[in-house]
């Protein structure tokens, strides 16, 4: 949806960094970067060049556009038999804090999303040692049944690597089973970061990096979009950075499944890294405009608010990003960890930061399809009902399949 910005050889700027010349040669004719070129953005810190050149592909690409969504998280449970040390949400079952959602909670929290105008259910959670992947089907039809207008985009690759494992079943009989159930897409977390050494540290015992991108490989083939994210600022190098990236890209070539690309920065607090100081504002930019510049056959980087709080990701929209994320309503996985922006960012407060930015705000679906809220409007606000705000313990799960 570009907005025919003018924008030419004569706009370049003078780089501080002189390596920064022969890649703004490329992206000015729109040559595909190599991963050398990605290196060499990374370890610039000439952040204003790097950045004039995301947000020239992202203009060329969206003109003044940034979309935005209406969302509610859910995420069922948080019992998790992963222990990931990135990880500050998964806990054992008889932890403090574990908790398991019974279907009908679900629904109610659901029931409340709809009823602010929500397009969309993000669903993801833990890797719960007991709950039969007949759980998660049964949650998906209950949704699909209950408010089949709202987009179900649920479970990670690393879920579903999980649940053919706990079903029996192989990767593409669990994605159908998925899809039939009324999955839309996929989310595109546990991605982390692909290369083997440092997953051996931050998240040993879930897929691998090659197993997640086959995941995703199989799940396009069989129709099912989903995203992609890159876990940063924890314990990786800069060439691991570009080599996940390069990864995506060479995966997006083959099956065109990826919708959106989100850089996720990482909260030490509460996890097994806790030493790891917090990435920086400068980490954070970096990140949106490398992964704009490197991810060519990618529509949409998103700046996700909730990591990297409202005023990084609205600069973030100068710096490659063309999405804010939602108005999410319920975080739990980056809150366990320390973040501390709010859980809830209404409608109208995402317009307004984007406006700030000098931006175009945009409603969209999933799919980036633009929402016309004259055919869809949202329904009268109702006094909040605290009927849904606890958890169950774990102690008192039902599961109502
Ligand atoms: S990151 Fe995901 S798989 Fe790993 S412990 Fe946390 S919830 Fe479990």
Request: charged share 20%; proline share 5%; hydrophobic share 40%.
């Amino acid at each position: 949806m570009a907005t025919g910005l003018q924008l030419s050889a004569q706009t370049v700027p003078a780089f501080q960094d002189a390596r920064l010349e022969p890649i703004a040669k490329k992206v000015l004719a729109g040559e595909r970067l190599s991963a050398d070129d990605g290196l060499a953005l990374y370890q610039s810190h000439d952040l204003l060049g790097v950045g004039w050149l995301a947000n020239y592909v992202r203009e060329r690409r969206h003109g003044n556009v940034t979309y935005f969504n209406v969302n509610r998280h859910i995420n069922p449970t948080n019992v998790c038999v992963a222990h990931c040390r990135l990880c500050a949400f998964g806990r054992s079952p008889d932890a403090t804090g574990a908790y398991t959602f019974a279907l009908d909670e679900i629904w109610q929290r659901a029931a409340q999303g709809v009823a602010e105008g929500a397009t969309e259910f993000h669903i993801v959670g833990g890797l719960h040692p007991d709950l039969p992947f007949e759980y998660y089907l049964e949650l998906i039809r209950g949704l699909k049944q209950r408010f089949p207008q709202v987009h179900l985009k649920a479970f990670t690759m690393v879920e579903v690597g999980y649940y053919a494992r706990i079903s029996k079943k192989s990767i593409r009989d669990t994605l159908l089973a998925m899809k039939e159930a009324g999955v839309d897409s996929l989310p595109g977390g546990g991605a982390e970061i692909f290369h083997p050494r440092v997953r051996k540290i931050i998240c040993d015992h879930k897929v691998s990096g090659q197993m997640w991108l086959q995941i995703a490989r199989t799940a396009h083939e069989i129709g099912l979009r989903s995203n992609a994210t890159m876990l940063y600022g924890h314990i990786e190098t800069n060439e691991e950075r570009v080599d996940h990236l390069i990864q995506l890209r060479d995966t997006q070539d083959k099956t065109h499944g990826f919708v959106a690309f989100i850089p996720l920065a990482f909260h030490p607090a509460n996890t097994g890294l806790s030493h790891i100081p917090n990435p920086t504002g400068f980490d954070d930019l970096k990140a949106i405009a490398c992964s704009r510049l490197l991810l060519d056959n990618f529509d949409h980087i998103k700046a996700y608010w909730i990591m990297l709080t409202p005023r990084i990701a609205q600069v973030a929209l100068r710096f490659g990003a063309n999405d804010l994320d939602g108005t999410v309503v319920e975080e739990k996985i980056y809150h366990d960890a320390g973040a501390t922006t709010p859980e809830h960012m209404t409608r109208a407060e995402l317009e307004r930061l984007i406006r700030a930015a000098g931006r175009d705000p945009v409603e969209r679906d999933t799919l980036y399809n633009p929402v016309d809220r004259a055919k869809m409007p949202i329904p009268p606000a109702r006094p909040s009902s605290n009927s849904i705000d606890g958890f169950i313990p774990e102690t008192s799960l039902t599961l109502n399949i």
